[in-house]
């Protein structure tokens, strides 16, 4: 019973954790697009890279999210 | 283990609070709508990636030799709008004298916004957050812009015409 609560605990944790991470992308969309306003390429793919990163983060959590 | 010793699943607390249902509720799970979630930060994710090609692609275009408009219909202390090196780059330029144009992109360095000339102050403004930059050099004189203006070479050739040799990235 401790260990299911735990495991549920984590569960949610995890999922706080994707939100987070999918809002922090919705942030870099912003600034990819001021970015591209200014011609700033080094930006532009800093914050390409960051997304995919942020991506590939929020896909290795799904393995821990209990169904 | 017989279905007598088997725990009777005890419905939360929060579904007697709110006792409405959805149709087919039960079938999404706290996996399948952070699924959704991380299926819409991959979109994201190769959003921001486009964007960073498409960024760079543009920067690349340094434009061709092209002929802008006449001399002669551009006065001294006058400016002219144009598009160089692409149809979505806007760009201005100004006549100093007889001899000397100058020409710059119009937009800010700092988000993109239009500049335009200020002769009284014989300086290049951007209106949107008062950012301000040399005529000549596109050099930024204050404001929150930290990068020049992309300055676009220009010359008045024999055929009475003003040219645009390429912009410098």
């Known amino acids: 019973m401790r260990a299911s609560a735990r495991g549920r605990r984590t569960s949610s944790a995890v999922a706080i954790y994707v939100i987070i991470l999918v809002a922090f992308q919705v942030f870099l969309v912003t600034v990819a697009v001021e970015a591209f306003q200014t011609d700033t390429e080094s930006l532009a793919w800093s914050t390409a890279g960051v997304s995919v990163a942020l991506f590939v983060a929020a896909a290795a959590f799904l393995r821990y999210l209990r169904p | ?169």
């Open chain 2, 1 to 169: 283990m017989s279905d007598e010793s088997r725990p009777v699943p005890v419905a939360p607390p929060w579904k007697r609070d709110f006792p409405y249902e959805a149709l087919s509720e039960e079938e999404v799970t706290r996996r399948e709508f952070a699924r959704y979630l991380v299926l819409g930060a991959g979109t994201i994710a190769v959003a921001n990636v486009g964007l960073a090609v498409w960024t760079q692609l543009r920067s690349i275009n340094a434009g061709e030799p092209r002929a802008i408009t006449d001399a002669a219909s551009v006065a001294v202390g006058g400016t002219f709008l144009f598009h160089y090196p692409g149809d979505d780059d806007p760009a201005i330029l100004v006549r100093l004298s007889e001899t000397e144009v100058v020409a710059f992109s119009q937009k800010c360095t700092h988000l993109g916004c239009v500049v335009y000339y200020d002769a009284g102050e014989e300086r290049w403004h951007c209106p949107c957050h008062e950012g301000n930059f040399e005529v000549r050099t596109g050099a930024v004189i204050s404001g929150p812009p930290t990068r020049p203006l992309g300055r676009i070479d220009v010359e008045v050739r024999d055929d009475g015409k003003i040219w645009a040799l390429g912009r410098e990235t």
